[in-house]
């Protein structure tokens, strides 16, 4: 069983910055893409970015240029850093990764961390 654990989530002012990560740990054979979604309240979860195993990376429209995500292979850990934070980024931040456990490949999900920016 593999789990993602997200920390570095919480209450900031508009024009701050929060780092969010996420770790993966359990039986873990190899980790393709990772990424960041979040989810408001009532509206849908939607894509922030993802990093494939590689480096390379993609934005939604909406974070591009305040938002830089990245990743540490070796302690299969994605990072989220973000700059310039307005109230309409609040949300909670879900990570994701596509996993490889032994013969098994599947697609998990964290428990999410608040994100909350004051105006």
């Known amino acids: 069983q593999v789990q993602l654990a997200e920390s570095g989530g919480g209450l900031v002012q508009a024009g701050g910055s929060l780092r969010l990560s996420c770790a993966a740990s359990?039986?873990?054979?190899?980790?393709?893409?990772m990424g960041w979604y979040r989810q408001a309240p009532g509206k849908q979860r939607e894509l922030v970015a993802t990093i494939t195993s590689g480096g390379s990376t993609n934005y939604a429209d909406s974070v591009k240029g305040r938002f830089t995500i990245s990743r540490d292979n070796a302690k299969n850990t994605v990072y989220l850093q973000m700059n310039s934070l307005k109230p309409e980024d609040t949300a909670v931040y879900y990570c994701?990764?596509?996993?490889?456990?032994?013969?098994?490949?599947?697609?998990?999900w964290g428990q999410g961390t608040q994100v909350t920016v004051s105006s």
């Open positions: 359990g039986s873990i054979f190899s980790i393709n893409d």
């Open positions: 994701n990764a596509d996993v490889v456990a032994g013969i098994i490949a599947y697609n998990a």
